[in-house]
């Protein structure tokens, strides 16, 4: 009796094993081959890309190869030591900061750092690097934290966070439980201490995972329907996605947004003591910029509800506040892009199969933070310890 049940239990678990596999290979072999590439740095655990590395990177509509610098990052390599001269910028963000969907010469940080040197020549004799810490499903803590620990490293004298308020502030307060940011009885952010890595069987297991496509993919589809069904609520019955929206806040939305704006000041208090800028960039809302694709948005966000209990530049608002108020330096993209799309009603600046920016996208990204940073020229006229370097 026993023999047979453990008989079954091993054919049951064989199958389970053999559907696994066949799943994983079909996906890998359908192009969903961009999970998995990630890795962790051994001095303080934590994740970026695996450094020095060409990274294939397929999709429905995009193949790409990824080439990674030195500390693991879709980016430049440069030397931590900034050479007498150059104006070093720092962008910090999410996927479309991570830009693994065009290669690096297309990106948007690329394209601008190219655009300075070649534009500016002539008026200036500093020299612009650009380097990029992103990394998909980062929120501003996130950015933070990764500004702190690689971006200041190379001593630079601006810092761009690439922001979207649709998705970033619920990564910083919701979406990831265990990662949620702690201020202490002065509202001051408390930074966790970095953890080298160490061996254990535990963490064998999910780094062993983690480079499975059908297990990254399950686990995103389990963490969304996890949040849609626990942030329904009102009238609406909307995921909390959507609610940031609403003309009239729920309480969840408020205290979101007041710690939001502390992890801004907290940025902005980094920036100062290393002697740099920070700047903070709105990323364009996507679905938004051509009339039709508007229409049909608010459509999909409001349902059955009255469009009256939104507000769908509420987010644009109260950044410009909150940069307002702290004396922030702060970019707002999306009127950039709209009139980018006016003027181009057939242009897409999203991967139809992927939504993140395409090199039109890239382009136009680009195109906005530089005519900001001409309109306004004493952001990138002096460099750290500039008088102390000539």
């Known amino acids: 009796m026993v023999k047979k049940l453990v008989q079954k239990a091993f054919l049951v678990f064989f199958g389970l094993f053999l559907i696994f596999v066949i799943l994983?290979?079909?996906?890998?072999?359908?192009?969903?081959?961009?999970?998995?590439?990630?890795?962790?740095?051994?001095?303080?655990?934590?994740?970026?890309?695996?450094?020095n590395s060409n990274l294939t990177i397929k999709s429905e509509c995009f193949d790409n190869i990824v080439k990674t610098n030195s500390i693991g990052f879709h980016s430049s390599e440069y030397s931590k030591e900034k050479p007498k001269n150059v104006f070093r910028i720092a962008v910090v963000g999410d996927s479309f900061t991570e830009a693994i969907q065009v290669p690096l010469k297309k990106t948007y940080f690329s394209i601008l750092e190219?655009?300075?040197?070649?534009?500016?020549s002539s008026s200036t004799t500093l020299k612009y690097e650009i380097m990029s810490f992103g990394l998909s499903s980062h929120g501003t803590y996130k950015n933070l934290m990764y500004a702190r620990e690689y971006a200041l490293r190379y001593n630079p004298d601006l810092i761009i966070d690439l922001f979207f308020s649709s998705n970033d502030i619920t990564d910083d307060f919701w979406d990831y439980p265990d990662e949620i940011p702690v201020f202490d009885k002065n509202d001051k952010l408390v930074f966790p201490k970095a953890k080298p890595v160490q061996f254990s069987l535990k963490q064998k297991i999910k780094d062993v995972a983690r480079k499975s496509i059908l297990i990254e993919h399950l686990h995103k589809y389990y963490i969304t329907a996890k949040i849609n069904y626990k942030?329904?609520?009102?009238?609406?019955?909307?995921?909390i996605g959507i609610q940031i929206y609403l003309a009239k806040y729920p309480q969840l939305w408020k205290d979101m947004w007041q710690?939001?704006?502390?992890?801004?000041?907290?940025?902005?208090?980094?920036?100062?003591?290393?002697?740099?800028?920070?700047?903070?960039?709105?990323?364009?809302?996507?679905?938004?910029?051509?009339?039709?694709?508007?229409?049909?948005?608010?459509?999909?966000?409001?349902?059955?509800?009255?469009?009256?209990?939104?507000?769908?530049?509420?987010?644009?608002?109260?950044?410009?506040?909150?940069?307002?108020?702290?004396?922030?330096?702060?970019?707002?993209?999306?009127?950039?892009?709209?009139?980018?799309a006016q003027k181009d009603t057939k242009a897409r600046v999203h991967w139809t199969c992927d939504g993140h920016w395409n090199e039109t996208g890239h382009e136009w990204a680009a195109d906005g933070i530089y005519q900001f940073l001409i309109d306004n020229p004493n952001i990138i006229s002096k460099v750290n310890n500039y008088e102390e370097n000539n």
Do not use: C, W
């Not at 190219?114 to 500016?120: F, I, S």
């Not at 939104?310 to 330096?329: R, V």
């Open 259 to 340: 710690k939001e704006e502390k992890l801004f000041q907290e940025f902005q208090s980094l920036a100062k003591e290393n002697k740099s800028k920070f700047l903070l960039v709105s990323r364009p809302r996507h679905g938004f910029l051509h009339p039709e694709e508007f229409d049909k948005s608010k459509a999909d966000i409001v349902g059955n509800g009255d469009m009256e209990d939104y507000d769908f530049d509420k987010p644009e608002k109260l950044l410009a506040q909150i940069a307002s108020s702290s004396g922030m330096l702060y970019l707002n993209l999306h009127p950039h892009f709209q009139k980018k």
């Open 231 to 239: 942030t329904k609520s009102g009238k609406d019955q909307k995921p």
């Open 24 to 51: 994983e290979i079909g996906m890998r072999l359908a192009g969903k081959t961009h999970l998995g590439i990630n890795a962790k740095d051994p001095e303080n655990g934590f994740i970026t890309f695996k450094p």
């Open 114 to 120: 190219q655009k300075l040197n070649e534009e500016l």
